[in-house]
């Protein structure tokens, strides 16, 4: 390097001025000078090790590989990605940022020297003499030379030591979190693991038990058949020995006869025991068993007899008049919706699971799981007259058209008819294995329909008293029934999702409906009979066109099952009783859905009276709640 030799000697009497030397000093400093020689600088090469007292951590690189044949591919390749990106950055080296150092001159030096020591007099009298040398031209501004800044560059470097601190301490941190998560989602995964193992086991010891069942169940088929042969032998061997034993009875009664009346001295020929014709049988001796046989059989007779003598119903052979359209065209006026809950008539112990209203009468008749009937006046909600006959709990019930009798439906596996004027059962139909679940009369007033459990539906001849025949086609509970108004159509809705159109002269389906992905629960007719709504068990309505036999639109207000449809008497409004308590009313015209909030407990059943006005709906604790 270049040696200074051509520093004036006032500039070096001015700074040996401001660092306080005194001439003393500076003539030491001469004659030093002279003695050891001129002073030059040295290009000196700092090592790279670092003298600070400071322990830098290392972090330890855990490898938590995740053991083979436990993940997929993609998500193993994923984890060999971001472990070589985190390898990658732990491997580059911290690059600081490069700033524009600015020398510091030899006055900017003692300046700040002496204003960080706090020597203001001498730092006062330095610049006065500094200045002044400049402005007589002794020294030059800038011709001083440059000293390092040794100190501002060490708080440059504490600052940046103080951020990588820092930043490894978030690192660390971040270090920590992350392993503790990858800990929990292993213990979850393994977790999850073990619970799918054991699911599978027990659906595998599921399944083995009902093929077991299976089996044992098909073993004891011809078993059961055979015992079924067997009791069918023993019966007629049974009835057999029953008429012999009978006819020895006859034999010794004969026998006993005889011998008294020989006794006495009477002549008499003994009778003999033979085979004789019709005409004679009635002389022949008769045993209790015959003679029980005898008295059933004329029973039977006699009631056959009655039977034949009373005809069979016909089917209205042209289509009658719709009574409904009379109502359709009185009652032209707008829609209502703003019903509010007007009063509550508590009728039964038990949940009520129908109501209907009377064709022509302000009164409306209620059913309810408590086995019991009621004919309920309006408003007031008092009770008229009470019907008790069923042994099981009631399902449904349907007006006759006269609207003088009553048609019910229970769980005891029957119909029955009333008569409403005296409050008693004039007739009962059996012949359902299983609850039934609704009813319906026909416009002519000559049949009833029910629906049941065991998957058939019947059509029952009011004026003989039978069955006149069973509908067979659904594969599982036929929930709902109705005849299509002044018809012999009949509609009905099943828990295999599907709606049917039979005709009831035939006993033959003419149609049948799919749409609903759940057990349809009620379907029934427009008061126009255009239109078909049904519901299902979860809150699903559809509107469905009767004509064309197409769906028209499907409402979900789930997933409540929906218990029951009706139609206002003008057709513009459907209401549906739902499971969570809430009567939703669909404005057929506009599409919106109102809401009647008022129930505490399961809404069963709903239905409009005939002016529009007032609306009726039956809850799950035994309640009738009227809507105005």
């Known amino acids: 390097m270049a040696s200074q030799k051509g520093v004036p000697s006032s500039a070096l009497r001015v700074l040996e001025e401001a660092l306080g030397v005194g001439s003393t000093a500076a003539g030491d400093t001469a004659e030093a000078v002279a003695a050891e020689g001129a002073y030059y600088l040295e290009q000196v090469t700092i090592t790279e090790a670092s003298e600070d007292d400071y322990e830098y951590e290392e972090i330890p690189?855990?490898?938590?590989?995740?053991?083979?044949?436990?993940?997929?591919?993609?998500?193993?390749?994923?984890?060999?990605?971001?472990?070589?990106?985190?390898?990658?950055?732990?491997?580059?080296?911290?690059?600081?940022?490069?700033?524009?150092?600015?020398?510091?001159?030899?006055?900017?030096?003692?300046?700040?020297?002496?204003?960080?020591?706090?020597?203001?007099?001498?730092?006062?009298?330095?610049?006065?003499?500094?200045?002044?040398?400049?402005?007589?031209?002794?020294?030059?501004?800038?011709?001083?030379?440059?000293?390092?800044?040794?100190?501002?560059?060490?708080?440059?470097?504490?600052?940046?030591?103080?951020?990588?601190?820092?930043?490894?301490?978030?690192?660390?941190?971040a270090a920590d979190k992350a392993r503790e998560d990858l800990l929990k989602t292993q213990k979850e995964r393994d977790f999850h693991r073990m619970h799918h193992k054991r699911t599978v086991q027990e659906k595998d010891k599921l399944i083995n038990d009902l093929k077991g069942l299976k089996l044992h169940y098909a073993s004891y088929e011809p078993t059961i058949r055979v015992l079924y042969e067997k009791h069918h032998a023993l019966l007629k061997q049974k009835m057999l020995t029953s008429l012999e034993r009978d006819r020895a009875v006859g034999q010794i009664s004969g026998l006993q006869e005889t011998l008294k009346r020989m006794e006495i001295g009477h002549s008499f020929h003994a009778p003999e025991i033979r085979v004789v014709p019709n005409c004679e049988k009635e002389n022949a001796p008769e045993g209790p068993t015959q003679k029980g046989l005898r008295e059933a059989r004329e029973q039977s007779k006699c009631k056959t007899k009655m039977k034949v003598n009373t005809k069979d119903s016909v089917f209205p052979s042209d289509v009658q008049p719709n009574p409904n359209l009379c109502l359709c065209k009185e009652n032209i006026c707008p829609a209502k919706f703003d019903y509010k809950l007007n009063n509550i008539f508590r009728l039964h112990e038990l949940p009520v699971s129908c109501?209907?209203?009377?064709?022509?009468?302000?009164?409306?008749?209620?059913?309810?799981?408590?086995?019991?009937?009621?004919?309920?006046?309006?408003?007031?909600?008092?009770?008229?007259?009470?019907?008790?006959?069923?042994?099981?709990?009631?399902?449904?019930?349907?007006?006759?058209?006269?609207?003088?009798?009553?048609?019910?439906?229970?769980?005891?596996?029957?119909?029955?008819?009333?008569?409403?004027?005296?409050?008693?059962?004039?007739?009962?139909?059996?012949?359902?294995?299983?609850?039934?679940?609704s009813c319906t009369w026909h416009s002519c007033g000559d049949f009833v329909a029910s629906s049941s459990l065991d998957t058939t539906s019947k059509i029952w001849d009011v004026n003989s008293e039978r069955c006149r025949c069973t509908l067979y086609g659904h594969t599982d509970s036929v929930n709902s029934i109705e005849f299509f108004p002044g018809s012999n159509i009949l509609l009905t809705g099943s828990a295999d999702k599907s709606l049917s159109a039979w005709d009831a002269r035939t006993g033959k389906c003419e149609q049948s409906l799919y749409g609903h992905m759940h057990s349809i629960n009620d379907a029934t007719f427009s008061p126009g009979g255009h239109m078909i709504a049904s519901c299902d068990a979860c809150g699903v309505t559809k509107l469905w066109d009767f004509r064309k036999l197409l769906p028209i639109v499907s409402i979900d207000v789930g997933p409540s099952p929906g218990n029951e449809v009706n139609f206002d008497s003008s057709g513009q409004v459907l209401a549906q009783a739902s499971g969570n308590g809430v009567i939703h009313l669909l404005d057929l015209k506009s599409g919106q859905i109102h809401k009647l909030m008022g129930h505490e407990s399961e809404a069963h059943t709903v239905v409009f009276s005939h002016d529009g006005e007032t609306l009726f709906s039956g809850d799950s604790d035994g309640t009738i709640r009227t809507w105005s």
């Not at 799981?369 to 007259?385: F, S």
């Not at 409403?420 to 294995?433: A, R, V, Y």
């Open 355 to 437: 109501i209907i209203t009377h064709p022509r009468k302000d009164i409306l008749i209620s059913c309810g799981e408590d086995r019991v009937w009621k004919v309920v006046g309006l408003p007031k909600g008092n009770v008229l007259l009470t019907g008790l006959g069923h042994t099981d709990w009631l399902s449904d019930c349907c007006f006759h058209p006269s609207g003088n009798k009553l048609a019910t439906s229970s769980g005891d596996t029957t119909v029955k008819l009333w008569d409403l004027s005296k409050g008693n059962c004039i007739l009962t139909f059996e012949g359902h294995t299983h609850a039934v679940w």
């Open 61 to 173: 690189d855990d490898n938590y590989s995740i053991p083979e044949g436990e993940e997929d591919l993609a998500k193993a390749i994923q984890m060999v990605q971001e472990q070589a990106t985190d390898t990658q950055i732990l491997e580059q080296k911290t690059v600081l940022s490069s700033k524009h150092a600015v020398p510091e001159t030899i006055e900017d030096f003692l300046c700040n020297f002496l204003i960080k020591m706090g020597m203001t007099r001498t730092l006062d009298c330095f610049q006065s003499e500094w200045y002044e040398l400049i402005q007589k031209g002794v020294t030059e501004l800038r011709g001083g030379g440059h000293v390092p800044d040794v100190y501002t560059q060490n708080m440059l470097l504490e600052n940046e030591n103080k951020i990588l601190k820092k930043e490894l301490k978030h690192y660390k941190q």
